[in-house]
Each structure stands twice: as structure tokens, then as C-alpha cells.
């Protein structure tokens, strides 16, 4: 690669950093000015303010779905009035999940409730207990289609407080607003309820909806105050000064529960990469169609930079090895190409081993697809992929994915897609995923109609086609981009490549400390 092009490469991942960090920037502030300093005359802490004095000085804070719902609902900085994750309270790793009642008071959109539930999906697989700082109004409800009627949404944060519950998993919640409806019923199923005497409530109905109903005049106080449900209803356990003293409770709180379990598996002393992983920024090229080289990358990114190698000389575009991440050891699936029926042999035989050892699974994803042809379906490639998917799917250690350049169609799926539920995904900001690229899109659809047009009998020019062909490249390339994948909490998160080993080390740690189940793989068919 010429100086000039590592430049070039260097300026437009600077400039993918940049849109990001404002991006979060602007999660980071949540609500308007104005809903802001509202909230703070009355003497209240924001979201951000609330988490940081209840984790640990200096704990790290790994966020689930930090831009979610960017742009979706008019006036909602991304992040859906949520936030949700893993931070350390007295050296334990405990879920945050903390409304922001100065978005739209904290009630509950579609998104919120998908990201709530998601986080409670990864405490749940990771045994952290919960703390959640309620602040909310409940539903949204011009949003009920979203919110009401289906599983994953609001019906299943109750379902999975009381199945985390129910296996031990603690649930501790702080009411620190108006707490309305769902709002009420979230701190309601938990273990154990803080309340902040004078601007905590817990009502199913406020006070003007009892009126409506029932013609009753109560006070918020009296409906559901401090002192009411913690001395004559029971509702609530204990109660607090204000929003710090609640942190403080809470804290206190998770210090008497039952110490996190050691890790089991090893840790090696962790080393730094060969290469330092801003080279990442120059390596990945500007230009989306040029494939990265994988090993460069691995260089940056793995202890030492280095990797045990299995099976080098065959299919080798699929590296797969094992290495350590922050001293903690993991089996590598990384793509250096498109997948033949030789890499996904290799690959359910390098799952298999991960499984039989015990080894967590990093899938770094940069593929555009398996490969098509005659050759490669007398091959097999159907029934190889079919084995690679077996392995992939069926496994039961850890898997943790990563988008670091263009990931499409099956191809996306078996370097454990979403739907294969890994225990956490995200992309890089020049990730991509879509069913196929958007040349391949255009070009598919174009032919489609082509083959339309000519059977009536009728001539299509090639300015035609292409003026046809411009807006589905678009809609592709807007569809595959990381923002949007983030948006719709298709993945956890964007992460800037420097991000991604502090947070992997994080995420293994966490996962070294759960029993694998045993995996019982699917019929590998011959
Ligand atoms: N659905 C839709 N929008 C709601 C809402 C709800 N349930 N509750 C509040 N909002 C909106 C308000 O319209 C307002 O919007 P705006 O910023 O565009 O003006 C914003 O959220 C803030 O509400 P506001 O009442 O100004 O703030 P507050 O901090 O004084 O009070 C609540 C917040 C949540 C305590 C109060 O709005 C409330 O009691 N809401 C009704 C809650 C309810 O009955 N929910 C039942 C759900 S099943």
C-alpha cells in the first residue's frame, strides 16, 4: 500500500471516529436543554450523574445499545430514553439499566423496551444481577403497537425480572421519579426496592388518572410516596435522602450479595498486540470494495499479535486459531476472503475443538458470502456450509462477534449472526451487513427485470437500467451501514477499533466466570 493510500485510508476512518463520537455525544446528553434543567431544579441527578455514583471510581462501563433508536422517534437523542450496562458496583459486575426521565419522561418506546429486554438477555446468560434505576412514566403510548402486544417487548422485562429471579439472579431497583404503570411494576418485581423519600412515587394510576377513574382526590404523596409504601404498603424497602443516598444504598445493597463467582478458566499475564490497533485506521481501506487484509488486522488486535494457527494451508480464506485477548485464551474464526467448502469444513472442525476444550469463540466477520458455481456446488458447499452452521449454532461456549468490514448474506449468519444469539456483537464504524452488497443488489434485481421486459417484448436501454439500478445501490448501502445496524439494536454497539480489547477482555472475563453448558451439536449431515 502507497504512503498516500494509508493516508487517505487513515482520514476516512478519522472521519467514521468523528460522526460516532458525536453520535454518542449526543446519547450522552439525552433529553432537550430544557427538560434537563428542569429536572435538575428539582433537585434531581441526570442518568449519566445517577450511574456513575453508583459504579465503582473508575469501573468501566461497557453499554448495550448506547445508539438505539437514533432517529426513529422525532426529538429522541439516540439511545431511546434507556441506558443499559455492565459496570463494576464493590468490584462486582453488575447490569445497569437507568431511565432517562428527561426523555419523554422516561416511558418506554419499542426500542426501549427491546433494549431493555436485551440487556436483561445478557445478564441473564452472564448471571449479573440487576440494578435498575426506574425513572419512568411507562409506556409511550403513541408507540402501544411497539410496546403492548408481542414478546420481547414490555410484557417481557416483567418475564425475565422473575425468571432471573426465580434462578438467583439479583434484582435490586431504585425508584428515584414518578414511577407510572410498567414503571411501577419494574420495581415492583424486583428483590429488593429503594425509594428517594419526596421524589420517588410508585402508582399504577397517578393522581389525575384516579381521578378520571374513580373521581377519588389523593396527592401523589399519599397514592405513593416514600413514606406510604414503605410503611403502610410494604411496597417498597428501603428509603433514601435523595438521588445520592439512593446510589449509595444501592451499593450497599449489591455488597451483601454473594460474591461473583472466580473465573474458570485461565488467564495468561496480557500482552500488548504486535502492532498498535490505530493501525486498524490505515489498513482498512477507504474504499469499501478492497478487502482488508485479515492478518494485519489480527496483528493489532490479539496478544502479541500472535495466534496458533489451525489448519493453515487449508481454506485460508478463513483463518482460524487460537490466541489470547487481554490474557484471556479464545478460538478465532476471521475471514480473508470468500468462504469455500474447504473453510467451512475447517471451521466446524476448529468449532468442534473449541467446544470439546472449553474455548470462548471470536468471530471477526468480513465476507462476502460462500462461494456460487458449479464447482463449488458439486462440491458440496451446501451441505459443508450446512455443517458449519451445525457447529456454529449448536456450540455452548461463549461466542462473541465482530463486523469489521462487509458482512453479507449466509455468510453473515454463520460468522454467528444475531439470530444466532452470540453473547455480544458489534461492528466496527466501517462494518456493513446486508443479504448481499449493493452492486450485487442492483445487479440481481436489474436482471430480474430485464428478464421481465424481454419476455413481453420490449427494449430496455442501459441508461434505463441504471437510472433503475442508482436507488437500490442507495437503499443498500444505507441499509448495511453500522448506524443503522446499531439503531435498530441489530448489533450491541459500534466500537471504535481501539475499543475492541479493552472490551472483549471485559466480556471474557465476564463469560469465564458462567459454567459452558454441554454442547450437543445437530445432525452433521455427510
Ligand atoms: N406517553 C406518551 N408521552 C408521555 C407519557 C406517556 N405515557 N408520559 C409523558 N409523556 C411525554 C409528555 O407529553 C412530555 O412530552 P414533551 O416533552 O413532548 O412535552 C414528556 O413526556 C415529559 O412529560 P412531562 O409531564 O412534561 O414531564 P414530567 O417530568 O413533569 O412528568 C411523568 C413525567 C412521566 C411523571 C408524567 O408525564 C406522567 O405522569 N405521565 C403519564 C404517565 C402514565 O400515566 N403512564 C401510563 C402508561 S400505561
Redesign the pocket.
Known amino acids: 500500500m502507497s504512503n498516500d493510500e494509508i493516508e487517505a485510508n487513515e482520514r476516512a476512518y478519522r472521519r467514521l471516529l468523528e460522526d460516532l463520537f458525536e453520535a454518542r455525544r449526543r446519547a450522552w446528553l439525552g433529553g432537550s436543554e430544557s427538560?434537563r434543567t428542569r429536572h435538575r431544579e428539582r433537585n434531581r441527578l441526570l442518568v449519566r450523574e445517577r450511574i456513575e455514583l453508583l459504579l465503582d471510581e473508575g469501573s468501566p462501563f461497557v453499554e448495550l445499545g448506547e445508539l438505539a433508536g437514533e432517529g426513529m422517534y422525532e426529538?429522541v437523542a439516540p439511545g431511546a430514553g434507556i441506558v443499559t450496562g455492565v459496570g463494576l458496583i464493590r468490584e462486582r459486575a453488575c447490569m445497569v439499566i437507568a431511565n432517562d426521565?428527561t426523555v419523554?419522561?422516561?416511558?418506554y418506546f419499542g426500542m426501549t423496551c427491546r433494549k431493555h429486554v436485551r440487556a436483561q438477555r445478557f445478564a441473564m446468560q452472564h448471571r449479573l444481577p440487576c440494578v435498575t434505576l426506574v425513572d419512568?412514566?411507562?409506556?409511550?403510548?403513541?408507540d402501544q403497537a411497539n410496546i403492548f402486544p408481542d414478546d420481547g417487548l414490555f410484557g417481557s422485562i416483567f418475564r425475565n425480572q422473575v425468571e432471573m429471579s426465580g434462578r438467583g439472579i439479583a434484582q435490586i431497583a431504585v425508584v428515584l421519579?414518578?414511577c407510572?404503570?410498567?414503571g411501577a411494576y419494574i420495581p415492583a418485581l424486583c428483590d429488593e426496592v429503594v425509594i428517594v423519600r419526596g421524589k420517588g412515587f410508585m402508582f399504577l394510576?397517578?393522581p389525575q388518572?384516579v381521578k378520571a377513574a374513580t373521581g377519588e382526590i389523593v396527592d401523589a404523596e399519599r397514592l405513593g410516596g416514600a413514606d406510604m409504601h414503605s410503611r403502610v404498603s410494604g411496597v417498597t424497602d428501603h428509603v433514601a435522602d435523595d438521588d445520592g443516598h439512593a446510589m449509595a444504598i444501592a451499593r450497599q445493597l449489591v455488597q451483601e450479595l454473594p460474591p461473583m463467582r472466580a473465573p474458570l478458566r485461565d488467564r495468561a499475564p496480557v500482552r500488548e498486540p504486535a502492532r498498535p490497533v490505530t493501525d486498524v485506521y490505515r489498513i482498512v481501506s477507504a474504499n469499501p470494495r478492497k478487502p482488508t487484509p485479515a492478518r494485519e488486522i489480527l496483528e493489532c488486535l490479539l496478544d502479541g499479535g500472535e495466534m496458533t494457527e489451525f489448519k493453515a494451508e487449508f481454506g485460508p480464506t478463513l483463518i482460524t486459531g487460537f490466541a489470547r485477548i487481554g490474557g484471556w485464551q479464545v478460538g478465532v474464526l476471521a475471514n480473508d476472503g470468500v468462504l469455500f467448502t474447504e473453510c467451512a469444513a475447517k471451521a466446524t472442525h476448529f468449532i468442534d475443538l473449541c467446544c470439546k476444550r472449553d474455548i470462548p469463540l471470536l468471530f471477526l466477520a468480513d465476507v462476502s458470502g460462500f462461494m456460487v458455481g458449479l464447482e463449488a456446488e458439486q462440491g458440496g458447499i451446501a451441505k459443508a456450509g450446512a455443517r458449519f452452521i451445525t457447529a456454529m449454532s449448536s456450540a455452548r461456549v461463549p461466542r462473541f462477534t465482530i463486523i469489521t468490514g462487509g458482512s453479507y448474506g449466509a455468510g453473515y449468519l454463520a460468522m454467528c449472526g444475531r439470530a444466532f444469539r452470540p453473547n455480544a456483537m458489534f461492528m466496527w464504524p466501517n462494518g456493513r451487513a446486508a443479504i448481499m452488497g449493493p452492486e450485487q443488489a442492483a445487479l440481481t434485481l436489474a436482471m430480474v427485470k430485464r428478464q421481465n421486459l424481454e419476455a413481453q417484448g420490449l427494449a430496455w436501454s442501459d441508461d434505463e437500467e441504471e437510472a433503475f439500478k442508482a436507488p437500490i445501490r442507495e437503499q443498500y448501502e444505507t441499509f448495511a451501514a453500522a448506524r443503522n445496524f446499531a439503531r435498530h439494536l441489530w448489533v450491541d454497539g459500534i466500537l471504535d477499533p481501539a475499543e475492541t480489547r479493552p472490551v472483549m477482555t471485559l466480556l471474557l472475563d465476564l463469560a469465564s466466570r458462567v459454567p459452558s453448558e454441554p454442547t450437543q451439536f445437530g445432525v452433521f449431515r455427510m
Open positions: 427538560a426529538g426521565p419523554k419522561g422516561g416511558t419512568s412514566g411507562g409506556a409511550f403510548l403513541p421519579g414518578a407510572t404503570a410498567g394510576g397517578g388518572l
